[in-house]
């Protein structure tokens, strides 16, 4: 059986600041993408591919799941928003674990699907649950920075949720490619004013 607690820490609502941060959104909308397209390769080519993937080696081995999300993450925006959300969760200390403890001193990355991962774990949560849920999260703040945009509605975003999510499949090797992102995200560095911070 699940626990409630799952519903906690993939909630939009939860104090970590994932509403500062559009991974790319922002930056493509504003140079006329199809929002929905970018959304939905974002979603399959970095988010399935790369931070839910990485969530079974993360149960295992945090400190090596750790560095290959930093790494994976090449644009300046994309590596702050992960570490600055894992940290915030970290510091929530909804769970006992002690990679979390050792984060929170300083003495680890903290990138947020490895804390998710972690709490996860923690929690008596399956892997598998934990991909579902982090997928979800991940792409409700992509669909949520569109509406914020207005690039789309509310409507067009629960249908959009509604069709990606029913092609939702477990992505095993780690493999996020996006470079589109990377350029984009590189990109909105430079942009001002601008709503989100990536």
């Given at each position: 059986m699940l626990t409630p607690k799952i519903f906690q820490i993939f909630d939009?609502?939860?104090p970590i600041g994932s509403f500062n941060y559009s991974y790319g959104v922002e930056e493509a909308y504003m140079r006329g993408f199809?929002?929905?397209s970018f959304i939905k390769d974002i979603f399959f080519n970095v988010i399935l591919k790369g931070d839910v993937a990485i969530i079974d080696l993360a149960y295992e081995k945090p400190e090596e799941a750790d560095e290959i999300v930093y790494a994976s993450k090449l644009p300046k925006e994309l590596k702050e928003a992960s570490i600055n959300m894992g940290i915030s969760l970290a510091r929530l200390?909804?769970?006992?674990?002690?990679?979390?403890?050792k984060v929170n001193r300083g003495e680890g990355i903290g990138t947020y699907?490895?804390?998710?991962?972690r709490c996860c774990k923690a929690l008596g949560i399956k892997a598998e649950d934990c991909k579902a849920g982090l997928a979800y999260a991940e792409l409700s703040q992509?669909?949520?920075s569109a509406v914020r945009l207005r690039a789309i509605d509310f409507?067009?975003?629960q249908k959009l949720i509604s069709e990606i999510l029913s092609e939702y499949k477990?992505?095993?090797?780690?493999?996020?490619?996006?470079p589109i992102l990377d350029i984009l995200s590189k990109l909105h560095e430079e942009?001002?004013?601008k709503v989100f911070m990536s």
């Open positions: 939009s609502a939860l199809e929002i929905k200390e909804l769970c006992d674990d002690d990679y979390i403890e699907p490895v804390i998710i991962a992509l669909v949520f409507i067009e975003g477990d992505e095993k090797d780690f493999s996020p490619f996006s942009r001002e004013p």
